[in-house]
């Protein structure tokens, strides 16, 4: 049995509820984990409630392993019987019971791609690439969370035609069908519709699972809700934790008004509210509390920290980003100097800002671990247009360079007319079939290369973007697709900055190998000293001692395509995770107001207090 003199009055509460629903409001730091694993083993001891009778759900395979050994360790033996697991996996147990699904009928991300190459094939007009497949399977999905007819999907990113998405979505859906494949989405459903449909098989599960725990309730979607709530039903001895405030999946389909309307569906509810922050100091907790305040859709609360300290949250501003990575790198070291690496963490809105201080870390000696797959800027179609211009123009005529930019904008050159192997374009102009027009382009995009070819690298990333007019191309065809230009850019600008400390090509050039290198051999620093690299979305649940939040500026976070009161609020979650990742210091480091570049500091620094 605990000792109850290692628990808060609240911890206290939700550990020796029993019977009925009970809703855990737990803050960042205040112990969730330890109160369900408490309360699995007072259920057990103390209420001589079966384990068979017991179901922990959770989000994530890594977070029910995570539960489960704790569980474990803490009752000392061997107890088996409690079943930890995520929706899908719940869910998949029980229609392979129902209908003797397989394993392999769940289908795979190579798989889904080929269904929907498949059901793209009478639409040759749409382009099939990487985001158009994301898109699309990303939309399905939110679809199937939601519960809704495809018809009554709505998304101003629309990337193809409204009729043509929902005629692609059905034959996507009939592939899948004929194939007898199931998606993690699809398992939901078809769970909801076999309860619905045989209410005897539902009275089975729900005398199996007379008691179910949900952790991290606030990213569940309306499915997954709908089918527990029929799971729970009639005792409805429903123990939910999580945190409103640390909802951040919404383009997963995850709505956070399901957990502030969760006391409208239970009204015989009891809350409690985790209130003691047992991670960060005052002044970190503080902070936090402040931007979340700013939400309205919430539930107001008030957190204590258990540590004490004030001077731990620093706001620097910069005029430059170089000057900014500069003094990331400077953090960095004299953090080392009394901490491991593995203590010191930078958190990203998105991976494109990640790829560029990587690069700065590793110049610096720095050892990294992204703990996320971090694409290199270098590695993307942007990055590999640019390093093939570059290598044509200082004389390496491999085909497939000039291929990547022959005509990106268009030039009209036809890809058949080149050599298989070596391409010069010069002796294109000595060929009796190539058009005049078509060697007017040809004699402008030599005399680009031969100009590009005496530049420094920063300047002729600057010539290539606008003298050759291939930023205007990759916006416009980006607009035309319906897709955001914030990325393109971004990734256009960090490109420019790699080049900023290069002495000539060849020196950049060296320095762009070193860094690729330094990315594929950060994949293998897990468990070593290591500063970790990810996205303020993948730090939720984890704590370090100290957190460096880069780019806090507008645009960034909140993001520009953040225009709803909603979407802003999801913002100001995203951001509020972050900060609360921190253990003793917080460093927010932005760039200052720049009219030329339209920079602005991230309106939640004042927020929290700063001074900008």
Known sequence: MFSKKKLNMEQEMAICHKDGPMMVLAGPGSGKTFV???????MIEEHQISPEEILVITFTRAAATEMEERFRSLMGVDCPGVVFGTFHAVYFHILKNAYHYENSSIVTEKEKRRYLKEALGAYPKITEDEQTYAYLLSAFSRIKNAGIAPEKFRDECCVIDKSIFLEVFHEYQKIMAAERKLDFDDMVLRCR????????????????YRYILIDEFQDINPMQYEVVKMLAAPENNLFIVGDDDQSIYGFRGSEPS???GFPKEYPGLKAVRLKQNYRSTQGIVDCASKLAGYNKSRYAKKLQAMRSGTNDVTAMGFDHR???????VRAVQSAAGHMPYREVALLFRTNASAAFYSQKLSNAGIPFYCR????????????????????????????????????KPPRYIRRGMLEQENCDLKALLFRQDVPPNMKKNIRALMHDMELLKEMHPFAGVHFI????????????????????????????????DSTRQADDYRDWLEQVEAYERAMAESAQERGKDAVQLLTMHGSKGLEFTTVILPDVNEGNVPQKRAETAQQLEEERRVFYVAMTRAKEKLLLFYLKKNPEKRMQPSRFLKEIGCKV
């Open 372 to 407: 996320e797959h971090i694409q290199s800027i270098f590695a993307g179609p942007v990055g590999q247009d640019i390093l093939a211009m570059f290598a044509y123009a200082h004389g390496d005529r491999e085909r497939k360079h000039l291929l990547r930019f022959l005509n």
């Open 322 to 328: 170089e000057e900014e990575a500069a003094a990331i």
């Open 465 to 496: 973007r606008k003298g050759m007019g291939y930023e205007s191309f990759l916006l416009k065809e980006a607009k035309e697709k319906g897709r955001d230009t914030t990325e393109i850019l971004e990734t256009l600008d960090l490109i420019a």
């Open 36 to 42: 369900i694993t408490r309360r699995l083993r007072h």
């Open 258 to 260: 399901i957990m502030l």
């Open 193 to 208: 519709d076999l309860f619905l449909q045989h209410p005897e098989v539902l009275e089975v599960w729900q005398k199996r």
